[in-house]
């Protein structure tokens, strides 16, 4: 089992910042990715950006150049950078573990709204 609690959602203004932390109940690097999800309002949860134990990274295409994942033993963070009011979603850890096992967080809301 791993938990993992988000932190760091709120509300920002569009072009504002904004810094999510997960931190797991065991070291990131003993799991096989790492990454973050979001959902909005009437839409399915969507990939935000991902990270393997081996440091690969992606992005969905909508966040790139904005969002940066990143990691040390215990936390992941995403750095949100030029927030755009679509980006408004709540935020969801997930980790896969060697099995292949899902697991999540209870998620973060963020709003990005003037």
């Known amino acids: 089992q791993v938990q993992l609690v988000e932190s760091g959602g709120g509300l920002v203004e569009p072009g504002g910042s904004l810094r999510l932390s997960c931190i797991a109940s065991?070291?990131?690097?003993?799991?096989?990715?790492m990454a973050w999800y979001r959902q909005a309002p009437g839409k399915e949860r969507e990939l935000v950006a991902l990270?393997?134990?081996?440091?690969v990274i992606n992005y969905a295409d909508s966040v790139k150049g904005r969002f940066t994942i990143s990691r040390d033993n215990a936390k992941m963070y995403l750095q949100m950078n030029s927030l755009k009011p679509e980006d408004r979603a709540v935020y969801y850890c997930?980790?896969?573990?060697?099995?292949?096992?899902?697991?999540w967080g209870q998620g973060t809301q963020v709003t990005v709204s003037s």
């Open positions: 065991r070291n990131i690097f003993s799991l096989r990715s």
């Open positions: 997930n980790a896969v573990d060697l099995n292949l096992r899902n697991f």
């Open positions: 990270i393997t134990s081996g440091g």
